[in-house]
Structures are given as C-alpha cells and as structure tokens.
Nanobody, 122 residues
Framework: VQLQASGGGLVQAGGSLRLPCAAS????????MGWFRQAPGKERELVAA????????YYADSVKGRFTISRDDAKKMVYLQMNSLKPEDTAVYYC????????????????WGQGTLVTVSS
C-alpha cells in the first residue's frame, strides 16, 4: 500500500486541523492505520491508531480528548482530526499502515507516507 499524507500547515494555539491520508491498493480495508509524529530532536511517536475494522483505537495520553482518528474504507482514506492544538503538537506527522496485528509500536508498521508539517504558534 502507498500512502500520501497532507493537510499540514500553520495554525494558532487552540485551533484545529484535519490531516487526511490517501492510500492506494486494493486491500486497504485489511490494514491497521496509524498517525505518528516527530518533533525536532525527538523520536517518532505514535499519536493515534485505528484497527482494520475500526473497532479499536489508540491515542497517546498527550492527545486524548483532542485528536480523533477515523477511516473511510470506501475512499481509502484515514483522517486525524486535531482540535485544541498546542505548540507542543508542532511536528512532522506521518501516516503508516500494516496488515498484521494491531500495534502501537513504531517498528510494527511497514508502510509509511511522506510527512506533513504541522506548526502551532503560541
């Protein structure tokens, strides 16, 4: 599967952004999807994940209650809705996919899109 993330930009603290990730391939519905982010000088971390069925989701503690991950299998899209953004959310955001067990581990995702930069100003 090939992934294309977009939607990044500059937003003021307290604002919102929605990041879409478009997937190609005929078996998108078989893939667990994740959104990761990497801030300058920091390791890439999982922000949110959704299982292939949509029945399971995961959120990092730092974004719980503010971010929502969703998927539309008919459109082969996964979204990250980000509300109440904070300056510490500034990072390059990546979408990732894997068809194996639902996982929160960075190394368990085999397919990655290019990143999209989100900058939150204070």
């Amino acid at each position: 599967v090939q992934l294309q993330a977009s939607g990044g930009g500059l937003v003021q603290a307290g604002g919102s952004l929605r990041l879409p990730c478009a997937a190609s391939g005929r078996t998108f519905s078989n893939y667990n999807m994740g959104w990761f982010r990497q801030a300058p000088g920091k390791e890439r971390e999982l922000v949110a994940a959704i299982s292939w069925s949509g029945s399971r989701t995961y959120y990092a503690d730092s974004v719980k209650g503010r971010f929502t991950i969703s998927r539309d299998d008919a459109k082969k899209m996964v979204y990250l809705q980000m509300n109440s953004l904070k300056p510490e959310d500034t990072a390059v955001y990546y979408c990732a996919a894997d068809s194996r067990s639902f996982s929160t581990g960075r190394n368990d995702y085999r397919y990655w899109g290019q990143g999209t930069l989100v900058t939150v100003s204070s």
